[in-house]
């Protein structure tokens, strides 16, 4: 029996290999030079030969990519880096795969319909380093740029800014991982977005804008003057500050009420408060015959002490090129003559009134010292503990605010809706507006004085300055700040 058994076997494997032959014939006929089951780099890839192989290996994988400096969209193709497949290497590696224990298991795999399992070879390729590095250099210098601060746009006589633009740097040893990814993948996968390094803008410092103050002035057929003082960090910025003397005009009557806080415990009321805001509030010259009335109080009665009281008052707040020595529309000599450093100033003379004068920088501080000590802090309250109070200081803004003059001056460059103060002054030669505005980086003083000497200045030329240089200051705080309004 057992010697049956073993014939009855070996027959049966004669004919299975008889009918089996053929089919494993037209099996591995039909295969290609890279064993079943192999993949190259992800993809099926069968040919006859192994050139026929290689090449299409290079098809899949040589393409351009495309490659992006952020929006910039850039072609690069696989000769400009020396970029290529190593097709030999890995046909050589898939080819080992195919051992007969191989081949006989796939056969069998084929026989009962079942695939194989995967294996695959990883994709390998090879680049120049040194033709890619000057690849990315030169898109480095097309695209890249430094941080921009803002600029100056004078365009038809109005100033603007050019807004700051944030700088950007491409990385380069970053970006060659993307770019060797791109390559291996097939078809709209290969696409490559470079590292690109953003550093913000620098904050502009105040020199920026005092640049373009003087630019802007530059450009008044006259004799022009400006100061600004940012309150909560000190900043100034100015032109001719306090080196030329104007006539104080209108502008002096801010010390003038501020000085009736001083001399009362408690804020201003009855007649005292009616003529202080008609003071404020009057386009016509009832308002400076209501100054001379508090002129008159200051002074007890006679308005000439009042307004030497008021000079003293500028003095002892170490401001010397401001004074008023006589009542406004005083038709009577000079009791005095009073020389200051602005108006001994050889080289520029405005002609300012002999009676009242000031210059944009002390005026400005005038007003930016009420502010400060609205919010409880700075020179008055430092000086005159015991005779200002923030809510005096803050009933004096108030006052202020009543001016009608509204969509003009330098009001007349701010946004809709920005709270200020302001105090203006004309002479037939000379205007004058000082203001303390609340901006961007917290409140402001800005005054602007503007002269054409024994020459009418007419409005038309003076109002469109006032309103481009407020402008411009207020923009160059907004956009420090972080944006526009």
Request: net charge neutral.
């Amino acid at each position: 029996m057992g010697r049956r058994s073993g014939v009855l076997l070996l027959l049966l494997l004669a004919v299975g290999g008889a009918f089996l032959w053929p089919v494993y014939r037209a099996w591995r006929a039909q295969l290609g030079v890279i064993p079943p089951g192999v993949t190259l780099g992800g993809q099926r890839i069968n040919g006859r030969t192994p050139t026929e192989v290689e090449a299409h290996l290079r098809r899949l994988f040589t393409e351009p990519v495309a490659v992006y400096y952020e929006e910039e969209r850039l072609i690069l193709r696989a000769d400009e880096i020396g970029f290529r497949v190593k097709t030999r290497v890995m046909i050589g590696q898939a080819r080992a795969v195919g051992t007969r224990t191989y081949m006989a298991k796939a056969f069998l795999f084929y026989l009962l319909g079942r695939p194989l399992p995967p294996h695959d070879v990883p994709l390998l390729v090879e680049w120049d380093p040194a033709r890619l590095d000057g690849w990315l250099e030169e898109v480095a210098r097309r695209y890249d740029r430094p941080p921009r601060a803002p600029a100056l746009v004078v365009q038809e006589g109005r100033s603007s800014w050019r807004p700051p633009a944030a700088g950007r740097a491409l990385d380069k040893a970053a970006s060659v991982p993307r770019i060797i990814t791109a390559f291996k993948q097939i078809g709209g996968d290969r696409v490559a977005h470079l590292v690109v390094k953003r550093t913000p803008p620098p904050r502009p410092g105040i020199e920026v804008l005092q640049r373009a103050l003087q630019t802007r002035l530059a450009a008044f057929p006259g004799i022009a003057s400006v100061f600004l003082r940012l309150l909560p960090t000190g900043e100034e910025a100015g032109v001719h500050a306090n080196d030329i003397a104007y006539s104080g005009m209108s502008t002096m009557k801010i010390p003038i009420l501020l000085l009736v806080y001083k001399d009362l415990d408690h804020l201003p009321q009855g007649e005292l408060r009616d003529w202080m805001q008609q003071t404020i509030t009057s386009t016509t010259g009832a308002g400076n015959y209501t100054a001379n009335k508090v002129l008159a109080f200051l002074g007890k009665g006679d308005p000439v002490r009042g307004a030497e009281r008021v000079t003293a008052f500028l003095h002892s707040l170490g401001l010397k090129n401001s004074f008023i020595i006589a009542p406004y529309d005083w038709r009577h000599p000079p009791p005095r003559q009073v020389k200051t450093p602005a108006n001994q100033n050889p080289r520029f003379t405005t002609y300012p009134d002999p009676l009242v004068q000031t210059t944009p920088e002390e005026i400005a501080l005038v007003l930016g010292m009420i502010v400060e000590c609205s919010q409880g802090k700075g020179t008055l309250l430092a000086a005159y503990p015991d005779d200002f109070r923030p809510e005096e200081c803050a009933d004096l803004l108030d006052l202020l605010a009543e001016n009608p003059v509204t969509q003009a001056l330098l009001p007349g460059g701010l946004p809709e809706g920005t709270r200020y103060v302001h105090k203006h002054g004309y002479a037939p030669d000379t205007h004058g507006d000082v203001a303390a505005i609340w901006g961007p980086e917290g409140p402001y003083v800005l005054s602007l004085f503007l002269c054409t000497p024994n020459e009418w200045l007419v409005w038309d030329l003076s109002n469109p300055t006032f309103e481009d240089v407020s402008h411009l200051v207020w923009e160059f705080f907004a956009l420090r700040a972080g944006g526009t309004r």
